[in-house]
């Protein structure tokens, strides 16, 4: 798109990216970019680990939908944690 | 013969970072799956500047409305540039202007407010939609004259 303000921020802060689908648009939307990718993460491999949760609704996901994203999110917050302690991902 | 029915694609802010975006996103679902669920389809935005060529080729082809959060009009901008002039544009912060009591607080569970206003926006995303479903009948009727 070209906004500077957010080219600037890929490209000088570390990026984690979150795809729903295997299209992976936000993996690819930022590496167009030349932003700093270090890790992308999808929903797909999420449920994948996790077949117990079934997520329904899109307006009102549905709570084993929340509970998918919670793990998702820890995941996340996980990787988060370790970069800020300087582990290697 | 079977005639292909007319859709209006709708882009929707895909933002995280205000609350706006949600209010996007959640209006358009609501048009999409209440409102006008025969006559609309979505047109996913990052897959759309990732180059996704059913994406473009559709919004070549088809009216769009996009629904942005905010003034940057992230929607509005990449429709263009990729396909073409949307038939409208929706964007929630012109929407919230007409609210001044409102102030939009969450990104993910919304208040009964924010709910309330989120259908409002739906419901001139609707608007939007049947004045673009009315002009393409009428272009097709002087087409047939």
């Known amino acids: 798109m070209g906004d500077q303000e957010t080219l600037k921020m890929v490209r000088e802060n570390l990026c984690l990216t979150i795809d729903g689908c295997p299209s992976k648009c936000a993996q690819k939307n930022v590496e167009a970019s030349n932003g700093r990718l270090v890790k992308s993460f999808a929903v797909t491999d999420t449920l994948r680990n996790n077949r117990n949760l079934k997520p329904e609704g899109i307006i009102e996901l549905n709570s084993e939908g929340l509970k998918l994203a919670n793990v998702l999110a820890k995941e996340v917050a996980k990787t988060v944690d370790k970069i800020k302690g300087g582990k290697s991902l | ?145």
């Open chain 2, 1 to 145: 013969m079977t005639m292909a029915k007319w859709k209006v694609g709708i882009v929707s802010c895909s933002g995280e970072e205000i609350p706006e975006g949600t209010i996007s996103r959640i209006a358009t679902r609501l048009v999409l799956e209440k409102l006008r669920p025969d006559e609309t389809v979505t047109i996913c935005l990052p897959l759309f500047l990732a180059g996704g060529e059913g994406e473009r080729t559709f919004a070549k082809l088809f009216p769009t409305i996009t629904v942005d959060g905010c003034e940057k009009r992230c929607a509005k901008i990449g429709t263009e540039k990729y396909s073409g002039k949307p038939f409208a544009t929706v964007v929630v912060t012109d929407v919230l202007k007409k609210c001044p009591n409102l102030t939009l607080k969450s990104r993910d569970e919304l208040s009964t407010e924010e709910w309330e206003f989120a259908e409002k926006v739906a419901e001139e995303i609707a608007e939007r939609v049947d004045e673009a479903l009315r002009r393409q009948n009428e272009q097709l009727r002087s087409e047939k004259q």
